[in-house]
């Protein structure tokens, strides 16, 4: 008996010393496991610091190496110029968030965001967004992401929708802003990219660019993802969005009647100029209609038209005075440069006369109460 107790003892013992030195192990691994842990939370992202001046030299450490090349290969003058430039994004999906962060990369001077929607994980389609961002705003989320690629852009989050009274204030007001360049002639950025997927949002940009006299670019994708378009606008020199509307935007239908069921977004722009599956992207110019529904528009070709009259007067004194007298004995069979020219002018100034009156009644149409 007191043989079969020993053996117990010592069994009971030695199971109690391996399952010590079991959970010694255990945790010894579980101790190590969290200071590495805390030792990568402590270190935190790598995050370089801000850089004064964009330099030249070619060394692995430089952020800007590879850009300021373009300097050296004589494609631009002076790349640093892009740290004075301001751009506008509305609308930080997929269009928007590529544009974003390339510009980001690119080193631009600021960058002003405008989206009234959060992250969620049907985003995670894109090369942007990261799903420990599901629930913030896209607007700080993009400026998380962005500061992390370059810590030199200003950044500035507008989580706002430009469709609503108070958003179109805010918005107008954030382009007014010169701050960032006080010395900057028109409104405080040089470029808005609207990158919205709607009709409203895009009738929205129109007219605070149209009243800003601010130059825009407009993008659209199709359903399919597979064609897109983009159109350059400058308020009073080319079509504006209303100046051709779309067909859903002329004939006033709700656009969003047109979504499908399951479809995610209505992207169905005017016109679908590239087209990845063929690669082929044709290109127009668009001239301002001078019958244009939006009376800010009309008022900038107006503008427009009245300076171009004037310039054409002067330059046909100058040109009166350049045209050369032929030598002695010779005579012109065919008009010369100059007087063709002259010609053109003169037929084009009474139609720009035309147009100016045509603007001049419709505009005052449009302001009458
Ligand atoms: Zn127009």
């Known amino acids: 008996m007191l043989q079969i107790k020993g053996i117990l003892a010592f069994y009971i013992k030695q199971l ?35 850089v004064k001046d964009m330099s030249a ?13 373009l300097q050296r290969m004589g494609i631009v003058e002076n790349y640093e110029r892009i740290r004075d430039f301001s751009v506008a994004i ?31 994980l049907a985003n995670m389609n894109r090369l942007f967004f990261r799903p420990e961002q599901v629930g913030m705003t896209k607007t700080d989320a993009a400026v998380q992401t962005l500061s992390e690629i370059n810590p030199d852009v200003v950044l500035e989050s507008f989580t706002l929708n430009i469709t609503t009274v108070q958003g179109f204030e805010t918005f107008v007001a954030s382009l007014e802003n010169k701050s960032f360049r006080q010395e900057k002639e028109g409104t405080g ?22 009243e800003l006299n601010q130059t825009w670019m407009e993008s659209g994708v199709s359903e399919d993802a597979v064609s897109g378009h983009i159109q350059l606008l400058i308020p009073g020199e080319t079509a504006c969005f209303a100046c051709a509307p779309p067909l859903v935007v002329a004939s006033g239908v709700d656009e969003r009647t047109l979504k499908r069921e399951g479809v995610c977004a209505a992207s169905l722009p005017t016109t679908m100029g590239y087209n990845a599956l063929k690669d082929f992207f044709p290109t127009m110019a668009m001239k301002p209609n001078p ?8 008022e900038r070709q107006l503008f427009n038209l009245g300076h171009r009259v004037v310039d054409d007067c002067d330059a046909n004194v100058i040109n009166t005075q350049s045209s050369d007298a ?41 302001n009458a109460p």
């Open 291 to 298: 019958q244009c529904s939006n009376g800010a528009c009309l």
């Open 189 to 210: 950025v040089d470029l808005v990219l609207s990158c919205v997927d709607n009709y409203e949002a895009r009738m929205v940009v129109n007219q605070a660019c149209n």
């Open 90 to 120: 509305v609308g930080i999906g997929g269009v928007g968030s590529v544009a974003a962060e390339m510009l980001t990369r690119c080193g631009i001077g600021r960058l002003l965001l405008y989206d009234y929607d959060t992250v969620e």
């Open 16 to 50: 109690k010393n391996v399952l010590l030195d079991r959970n010694k192990n255990k945790w010894k691994l579980i101790r190590l496991r969290v200071e590495n842990l805390t030792s990568l939370a402590m270190a935190g992202p790598t995050r370089r610091t801000k």
């Open 57 to 69: 030299e070619v060394v692995d450490s430089n952020p800007y190496s590879r850009l300021m090349a």
């Open 326 to 366: 032929l030598p002695e004995g010779l005579v012109h069979e065919l008009p010369n440069a100059d007087v063709y020219e002259q010609q053109q002018q003169q037929q084009w100034k009474e139609e720009s006369v035309d147009d100016l009156e045509d603007l001049k009644r419709q505009l005052e149409a449009l």
